[in-house]
């Protein structure tokens, strides 16, 4: 049964500071993963999509790396804000391809 | 063009009441997903459809019904809430399976007295 770790659970940083946040996968036979965004009390925001046979994507100040082979991937927020503060969801498509399975997220928290 | 919105966002039900949420899309997707989210459990998958008439089990479908009469919404049903029905349930679209984005409405936050 696929399983997604994220680590760490919290995190707070200064403004302007980069930052990783790391999710790991059981299970390497995945079709792609995906980082999102949840701000409290609403829904998600997709951030990123990796497909399989990428190794990474880039969009702004946002960077995820997929390491199939040893089950990671990691999300870089360069130059971090206040406005990035939310919880940060990482999750991959399950074996039959129907769904998605999701860690419980790292919540960041940037101080100005 | 609204995405995907949700019907409604709260409600309170006592335990053995029956409900349904609705979910509707203006993407044309093709398939549509239920998911709860509890604390400390994160993101789990209800049920799921792949096209207008079809449903699937995903995860956690025990105490749900699901329907997919039009192409454009999703139908959950709880047929007799309990309290560990309470959560938050969200509803996602997607244009196909494993190589597309899923888009996620705002979701219905349920609780059950």
């Known amino acids: 049964k696929q399983e997604v770790t994220q680590i760490p659970a919290a995190l707070s940083v200064p403004e302007g500071e980069n930052l990783v946040l790391n999710c790991s996968f059981t299970?390497?036979?995945?079709?792609?993963l995906q980082w999102f965004r949840q701000d409290p009390g609403k829904g998600l925001t997709s951030l990123l999509l990796?497909?399989?046979?990428?190794r990474e994507q880039t969009s702004g100040r946002l960077n995820a790396s997929l390491d199939k082979s040893s089950g990671r991937s990691t999300l870089y927020i360069a130059a971090s804000q206040p406005g990035d503060s939310a919880t940060y969801l990482c999750?991959?498509?399950?074996?039959?391809?129907?769904?998605?399975?999701f860690g419980k997220g790292t919540t960041l928290s940037v101080s100005s | 063009n609204a995405g995907v919105t949700q019907t409604p966002k709260f409600r309170v039900l006592k335990t053995g009441q029956s409900m349904t949420l609705l979910c509707a899309q203006d993407?044309?997707?093709?398939?549509m997903y239920w998911y709860r989210q509890d604390p400390g459990m994160g993101l789990r998958l209800i049920h799921y459809?792949?096209?207008?008439?079809?449903?699937a089990k995903g995860e956690v479908p025990d105490g749900y019904n699901v329907s997919r009469l039009k192409k454009q919404n999703f139908l959950l049903g709880l047929e007799s809430a309990a309290p560990s029905q309470t959560s938050v349930y969200f509803c996602?679209?997607?244009?196909?399976?494993?190589?597309?984005?899923?888009?996620f409405g705002p979701g219905t936050r349920l609780l059950v007295l």
């Open positions: 996602a679209s997607s244009r196909g399976l494993a190589k597309e984005t899923q888009y």
């Open positions: 299970d390497s036979a995945i079709y792609n």
């Open positions: 990796i497909q399989s046979s990428q």
């Open positions: 999750a991959v498509i399950n074996q039959a391809g129907t769904a998605l399975i």
């Open positions: 993407m044309n997707h093709e398939y």
């Open positions: 459809s792949v096209g207008e008439g079809t449903t």
